[in-house]
């Protein structure tokens, strides 16, 4: 079964830097696309980066510019990294793997398409 490993949170500055790392194992063939997904409490989780195995990418516009999403398939890791870090960024990040086709208009960014979760890693920024 796939199984997703989140690491690198912790507790930041505001204007600070973070890399969340995310190691896939598991059978993936089925749930190529990636991403990163937070959730503050009292609030829905949101999409925040996601990847296409092509190295497409996508982001929700409150990070854009921010924040980068990578992988390292040698190493079946995913990799967000944080930049200009706001108060607001902070939450729980979790990373998941799924399918969809964007082509078909899919949104990359919806919880709909991604059937394997990590457990999370938190992410606290202070001003």
């Known amino acids: 079964q796939v199984q997703l490993v989140e690491s690198g949170g912790g507790s930041v500055q505001a204007g600070s830097s973070l890399r969340l790392s995310c190691v896939v194992s598991g059978p993936t063939y089925d749930s190529p696309d990636m991403a990163w997904f937070r959730q503050a409490p009292g609030k829905e989780r949101e999409g925040v980066a996601a990847?296409?195995?092509?190295?497409?990418?996508d982001y929700a516009d409150s990070v854009k510019g921010r924040f980068t999403v990578s992988k390292d398939n040698a190493k079946n890791t995913l990799y967000l990294q944080m930049s200009a870090l706001d108060v607001e960024d902070t939450a729980m990040y979790y990373c998941?793997?799924?399918?969809?086709?964007?082509?078909?208009?899919?949104?990359?960014?919806?919880?709909?398409?991604?059937?394997?979760w990590g457990q999370g890693t938190q992410v606290t920024v202070s001003s």
């Open positions: 998941a793997a799924g399918i969809y086709y964007s082509d078909e208009g899919d949104d990359p960014l919806s919880t709909r398409y991604y059937s394997h």
């Open positions: 990847i296409e195995p092509d190295g497409t990418t």
